[in-house]
């Protein structure tokens, strides 16, 4: 026994510290807290984030929960039951989700509160243009709209997901320039952890994840690998006939544009076809990089 020391004593020391009830865990994590709370048990984080939830709780209204039907917005979702907290949990419809996704949001969350937007992804693509990395505008229209001001969002971000998310060092912070406050209670938590809640607490979850699909999310969006797009295309060819025809119908618009009202379209520089920019979408990168991340600071989009 080095010096003397009971080593159960020594086992209970060297455990990494859980806040007790009532107080408030540290909202920071630096990068080495990261790597120490991969190693935690998923009670050990439970425990943590359901303090997280408790902690930062508004006194007379619910949080603003942000639900996408991925397994982090089903952990959040249950943890925050657990914590007997008040959520009003949102799903954005972005028109292009995976029948599967909305069909287990509609029959294993009712309480969920659909929103729906003023069109369909593919009509707003005649107005917005070719969605690529740099310019997701259906982010905005899909993803963060209808968001209140000076609420507290519940969403399940993970540091694990990006390179741009491991950048963010707390599981509580305030934006200035949309008035929000986001909380993210699992932040530290791994795959693995995410699973083991699932499976230990015997979570309903989307059944893409059985097929081998590590995330779910909107079919064709710009902001995946090319062969991740390509796999969404063969998976769901209903949403690549649907994406196709609106390249071809976004030829058309601005072919029209040009004769009638005299306006260029860079694209017309760079493509000779509907069909050739369809095949350069398909299989670009859409000038990415890896740290423009898909997600704003404060939209839950895959998980
Ligand atoms: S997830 Fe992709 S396709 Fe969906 S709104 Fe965001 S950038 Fe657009």
């Given at each position: 026994m080095p010096y003397g020391i009971d080593p159960k004593l020594l086992e209970n020391w060297n455990k990494p510290r859980i806040p007790i009830r009532g107080e408030r865990p540290s909202d920071r994590i630096d990068r080495n807290?990261?790597?120490?709370?991969?190693?935690w048990t998923v009670d050990q984080q439970v425990e943590r984030s359901i303090q997280i939830i408790k902690s930062h709780q508004p006194q007379h209204r619910p949080y603003y929960g942000c639900f996408s039907g991925g397994k982090d917005s089903t952990v959040i979702k249950a943890l925050?039951?657990?914590?007997?907290?008040?959520?009003?949990?949102?799903?954005?419809?972005?028109?292009?989700?995976?029948?599967e996704v909305t069909r287990y949001i509609y029959q294993c969350h009712k309480d969920v509160v659909w929103?729906?937007?003023?069109?369909?992804?593919?009509?707003?693509?005649?107005?917005?243009?070719?969605?690529?990395?740099?310019?997701?505008?259906?982010?905005?229209?899909y993803k963060?709209?209808?968001?209140?001001?000076?609420?507290?969002?519940?969403?399940?971000?993970?540091?694990?997901?990006?390179?741009?998310?491991?950048?963010?060092?707390?599981?509580?912070?305030?934006?200035t320039n949309t008035r929000r406050y986001v909380i993210t209670p699992i932040r530290s938590w791994t795959d693995e952890?995410?699973?083991g809640f699932i499976k230990k607490y015997n979570i309903p979850y989307c059944s893409l994840y059985d097929e081998g699909f590590l995330?779910?999310?909107?079919?064709?969006?710009?902001?995946?690998?090319?062969m991740n797009r390509i796999a969404g295309f063969e998976r769901w060819p209903g949403y690549?006939?649907?994406?196709?025809r609106a390249f071809y119908n976004l030829w058309a618009e601005n072919l029209r544009k040009k004769h009638v009202l005299g306006k260029d379209w860079t694209m017309f520089d760079r493509f000779n076809s509907?069909?050739?920019?369809w095949l350069w979408y398909c299989t670009s990168d859409n000038y990415g990089s890896d740290l423009d991340d898909c997600y704003t600071d404060d939209v839950d989009m895959f998980s």
């Open positions: 807290e990261l790597e120490i709370m991969a190693t925050s039951r657990m914590a007997g907290a008040n959520v009003i949990w949102h799903y954005n419809v972005t028109t292009i989700d995976p029948p929103l729906k937007p003023e069109m369909s992804f593919f009509r707003a693509m005649l107005t917005h243009g070719v969605p690529t990395r740099k310019r997701r505008w259906c982010c905005s229209i963060e709209r209808d968001t209140p001001k000076d609420v507290i969002l519940v969403l399940g971000l993970r540091a694990s997901e990006s390179p741009r998310r491991r950048l963010q060092t707390s599981d509580f912070t305030y934006n952890q995410v699973w995330r779910v999310g909107c079919v064709g969006c710009p902001m995946t690998e090319p690549r006939k649907m994406w196709r509907p069909e050739e920019l």
